[in-house]
């Protein structure tokens, strides 16, 4: 964030914002009746059983827990930016896990299967989405210098492509890849398949984001380069391109991100990444919901690295365009 | 050398560039009406009027940065059409710098420089580099060779950006409005280099309204307006004695401040 030297009072100070959110959040809490929760638990010295409490044991609780909450926040609200972003993480976080908690998994069997999980679904979802996006970043590159040249043939197929790719769903191409493909007697494996169909559909995807990289770069630069008799291959490799790839970096992290998590759909067609392995072992023993939080935390691990890593190359690029 | 190139009468080069009867339009609206003009070897014409007047598609025309859709444009005993093989080799004839400098802003400058021997005379590194040295030194800025354009002053750049062309070795340099998007302070450094070069023998064709540099380099004034030339004549009598009272209300617009 850009920032501001204004310093305003703390809206979390004001005895009326504390009130207010002290009101609502009591409400809420008597809303949702949180009696039989792990919360009335906590509580049975106060309010006895939970399932006899009633009404008394709602309101109990919900009380309680409004106060908690808005003593909470107030209390955040003295600390300095950096703290309360950690905190809140970790707050939510708890949250969170209470919230699996009350499912009563078992851990034990999560346990026994996450390595698997990791050595054989990790990695198959991983280099499934990076072959997938190296192609696509190919399918891309070339659609976008189709789609901007004047050759009416070369923009009919990159239109017509990337339209067709954008406005099917993806797990209707994976079905039509691999069980179409066949029908014209082209036997085609699982993996081949699934990542010819991400491919295809995020390489329609890019395509606009390259095409609109490359149409930001100025005009001008297009008529230095070729009132120098620069011929158009040699401008867009040597003078367009290197200026749009910068553009295009951010938003083709965003694509792989996305990709990483739309490679569950190529499960369908039984290729052994995290989403077939967490249905298939899950099914097994009966244990779906465990398997399908491991894979869900799974994706979401390997999405914070990626996030991690794009985060550092878009600060590499920023500091060679400031330089 | 061109197989139709004429010594001229009266000693001045052989023509160089030749537009006969050029018109063009952009969809209904004419911006180019018959143009005849004529640019010799060594010669230096500036060209003024109006904004809108047509002057940058004019000029933009003689490397088909615009095509024409009347009439023939010649440079150097070359037809410019739809040929590309023909265009490519006027533009590497042909020097432009814009008003907006339009250096590449992810090449430092001496790259800048090398990137069109380099890239389209196959030269060696060694040598292009030399080449852009020379002329970086002639533009008064050697030492800003391995800077990025982004570093430099306003008329820095563009002095870079003539080094840029001029290593392209032209026998034409085309300026589009050189000095208009820099500050005051700059323009006479860029009008300083641009006289020097006028004074190698390059030929040149201007596209300004800096009246000063028209006086002292040109051999010849046109006045356009409304896609025409209106006017052409040699700077002394051109701003002394302009004959249609479109130049004249033209000039007395310039001249005021
Ligand atoms: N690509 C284009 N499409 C449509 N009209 C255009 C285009 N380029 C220029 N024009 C029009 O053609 C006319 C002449 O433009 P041109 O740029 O040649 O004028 P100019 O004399 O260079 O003016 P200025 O002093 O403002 O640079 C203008 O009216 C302009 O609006
Ligand atoms: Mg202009």
């Known amino acids: ?323 | 050398m061109s197989e139709n190139a004429v010594e001229a009468q009266d000693g001045r080069g052989d023509v160089i560039v030749s537009m006969q009867g050029v018109s063009k339009w952009f969809g209904e609206f004419q911006v180019l009406k018959d143009i005849n003009l004529e640019l010799h070897r060594g010669e230096k014409i500036v060209i003024c009027g109006p904004s809108g007047s047509g002057k940058s598609t004019l000029i933009r025309c003689l490397n088909r940065l615009e095509a024409h859709q009347q009439g023939t444009v010649m440079v150097d005993g070359i037809e410019l059409h739809d040929h590309m093989s023909n265009v490519e080799m006027v533009r590497r004839e042909v020097g432009m710098v814009f008003q907006s400098f339009n250096l590449f802003p992810h090449l430092t400058v001496m790259e800048n420089c090398t990137s069109g021997p380099l890239w389209v005379h196959k030269m060696p590194k060694a040598e292009a580099e030399e080449i852009a040295m020379k002329f970086l030194e002639r533009v008064k800025i050697p030492e800003q060779a391995h800077k990025y354009p982004m570093q430099l002053s306003g008329g820095q750049q563009q002095r870079v950006a003539i080094a840029r062309s001029l290593c392209m070795n032209p026998k034409i340099m085309l300026f589009d409005e050189p000095t208009s998007a820099l500050d005051p302070e700059m323009v006479s450094e860029v009008l300083d280099t641009m006289t020097d070069l006028a004074n190698t023998g390059m030929t040149m064709m201007c596209v300004t309204h800096e009246m000063g540099f028209a006086r002292a380099v040109a051999d010849q004034v046109v006045f356009m307006d409304e896609g025409e030339i209106v006017e052409r004549n040699e700077p002394n009598a051109f701003f002394t004695a302009p004959k249609s009272t479109r130049t004249k209300t033209f000039l007395s617009q310039i001249l005021q401040h």
């Open chain 1, 1 to 323: 964030m850009y920032a501001d030297t204004v310093v305003e009072d703390k809206l979390v100070h004001k005895p009326k914002f504390i009130a207010l959110l002290f009101v609502l959040s009591f409400v809420a809490f008597v809303f949702f009746n949180l009696t039989d929760t792990i919360f009335g638990h906590f509580l049975m010295p106060v309010i006895g059983d939970p399932a006899t409490a009633g009404i008394f044991g709602r309101f109990a609780v919900a009380f309680v827990l409004a106060v908690i909450f808005t003593a909470n926040i107030v209390a955040i609200g003295f600390l300095p930016t950096r703290y309360q972003v950690i905190i809140v993480w970790i707050e939510l976080i708890a949250l969170f896990l209470l919230f699996f908690y009350t499912f009563d998994l078992s851990m034990e069997f999560i346990q026994r299967k996450v390595w698997f999980m990791i050595s054989q679904g990790v990695f198959t979802t991983l280099y499934v989405s990076a072959i997938s996006i190296a192609i696509a970043f190919v399918l891309a590159m070339v659609g976008a210098v189709a789609k901007l040249s004047n050759n009416g043939f070369a923009f009919a197929i990159a239109s017509f492509y990337t339209s067709f790719f954008r406005g099917l769903p993806l797990l209707m191409q994976v079905y039509l890849i691999y069980l179409g493909l066949p029908q014209l007697g082209w036997v085609i494996d699982a993996v081949p398949a699934g990542v010819t169909a991400l491919s295809l559909c995020y390489g329609a995807y890019m395509t606009e984001i390259f095409r609109a990289g490359i149409e930001s770069i100025p005009r001008g630069q297009w008529e230095a380069s070729r009132s120098m008799g620069f011929k158009f291959g040699l401008t867009m490799r040597r003078i367009i391109l290197p200026q749009a790839v910068p553009v295009i970096i951010p938003p083709t992290g965003n694509q792989f991100i996305a990709m990483l998590k739309d490679s569950s759909l190529v499960s369908v067609i039984g290729v052994w990444e995290i989403m077939f392995l967490a249905r298939t072992l899950g099914t097994k023993e009966f244990k779906h919901l465990e398997m399908l939080i491991t894979a869900s935390m799974l994706y979401w691990m390997l999405t914070m690295v990626l996030e991690a890593v794009q985060s550092r190359i878009e600060r590499r690029y920023r500091q060679k365009a400031e330089r």
